[in-house]
């Protein structure tokens, strides 16, 4: 997603755009031949804590709306444990690279790195320029911030120009000038500091590894890059139908980059890696959308961008798409707890050893401009009055695998899917088990 415009005063965060999750699935095995091999060895996470909130041994972490009610400290006080990685959005212009999210935001992450958990903090550098704009004033403009955060004892992952290879993005699908701007950013922070990370995050693709838009053409080079991430969400039909993920689409959307990131053995290893690297979901959710009425002042609102504390009331808001010729909407919960599980159960923790962590992308925001419809990314935020029993079940179940096959309270009760392919139309049906 791309967040935030807004150049100077507040520290809220506007906007964003679209991660184009492509459906193209690929067939793949199943979950044979993950294990990874004792020959190959494999780079941990830096600096990921390991008493934060887990689901077999994958932790969470989130992407809050800063400036909202739900910061870091928030967070953690509605769900009673502390996560273990912090996004953030660093927004740069040609003509402004003063990096003062880092500044606004410092504080709390202070406090959230130096806590019973060490949370790290991971800002993704989102430029408004091309690819070739960014100049070496710029470079050293980053290496001196992550120093500075660095040396108040915050640990930094950097995403920097992340979905490089999405279309979104103004230096997006520019390889050339990508990897070596990359690698000069590299070079620089590591000549300052010891305690930035750089982790090289693209967004999901499916198709044809030579497609522009494929990772391959993106990679700097196993020196430069010390962990690696992907977006990955689950938008739904159209990116406005509530239902719930096809059974395998974590799983299937996946398994491509992991294996090109986390090869097992020398033989299967396209990017010619000495070893596998640990990987996290950089960002991700299972948006629920609501329709939004012709009198609402989100009505007029510009399509994707963040809605603004003090939140909607959305429990008088109808779930977008309820009807015909859509069947149903399926329920709030069912749609999140199901993405989640696909994401860390342990089927899939035994499938992708290497996945170390899943950042929930926590925010509220308008559809994309094509629909009316107000997309609900979060998990987190009863207090300003998100739908609380998304936020309870993620507090008391996260990492339980017995709860997580028992299902939950709510209107589906079961996260068992089938799905049915109706001419382009997608159809879901749910398996209801009683209640
Ligand atoms: C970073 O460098 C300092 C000084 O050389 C060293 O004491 C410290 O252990 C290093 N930290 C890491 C995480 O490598
Ligand atoms: C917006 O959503 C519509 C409906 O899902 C989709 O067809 C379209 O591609 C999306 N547009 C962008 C810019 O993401
Ligand atoms: C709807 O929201 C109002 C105000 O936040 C709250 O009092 C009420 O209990 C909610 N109703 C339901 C059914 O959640
Ligand atoms: C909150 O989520 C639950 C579970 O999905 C659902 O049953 C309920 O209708 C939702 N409440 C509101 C007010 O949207
Ligand atoms: C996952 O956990 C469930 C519930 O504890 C258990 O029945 C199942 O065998 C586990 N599966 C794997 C692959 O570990
Ligand atoms: C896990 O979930 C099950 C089913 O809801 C529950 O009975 C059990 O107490 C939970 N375990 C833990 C450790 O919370």
Known sequence: M????????????????????????????????AQSSPDFPVRDAPRLPGNAMQSNGISLGFLTQWGSQYEPTDV?????????????????????????????????????????????????VLFHGRMNQWTQEMTDALAEKVRDVNEQGVPIWLRFCYEM????????????????????????????????????????????????????????????????????????????????????????????FYNLVSPTSSSRNPLGLSRAYSVVIAETSAPYYYEIPVNS?????????????????????????????????????????????????NETAAAFPNLKAVSLFNYLKKGNGTAEVLADFRYVGSRDRFNATIEEWLRTNYGNNTAYLEGYSGDASAIRTSLLGLGGIVAVAIVVLAL
């Open 165 to 256: 290879n999405g279309g979104w993005m103004d230096y997006g699908l520019q390889p050339e000038d990508y990897v070596s701007t990359w690698r000069s950013v590299t070079n620089a922070i590591r000549a300052v500091t010891n305690e930035t990370y750089m982790l090289w995050a693209p967004n999901v693709w499916n198709g044809d590894s030579n497609d522009i838009q494929a990772y391959q053409p993106y990679w700097p080079g196993e020196e430069y890059v010390d962990l690696v991430g992907l977006s990955l969400y689950s938008f739904g039909p159209y990116r406005s139908l509530n239902a719930l993920p096809e059974d395998d689409l974590f799983r299937d959307s996946f398994r491509p």
């Open 297 to 345: 002042p989100y009505y007029t609102q510009a399509g994707d961008t963040d809605i603004s504390p003090p939140m909607p009331n959305l429990n008088r808001t109808r779930p977008s798409l309820a009807d015909p010729p859509y069947p149903r909407s399926d329920d709030e919960l069912a749609v999140k707890a199901t993405w989640l599980v696909q994401m860390v159960g």
């Open 2 to 33: 791309r967040p935030s415009h807004q150049r100077c005063g507040s520290s809220a965060l506007a906007s964003t755009a679209s991660v184009l999750a492509s459906t193209a699935l690929a067939l793949l095995l199943p979950f044979a031949a």
């Open 76 to 124: 953690i006080r509605a769900l009673g444990k502390s996560p273990a990685v912090w996004g953030d959005y660093w927004n740069v212009w040609p003509d402004e690279y003063d990096f003062r999210q880092a500044d606004w935001h410092l504080g709390e992450m202070r406090r959230v790195a130096d806590g019973d958990v060490k949370a790290v903090y991971a800002p993704a």
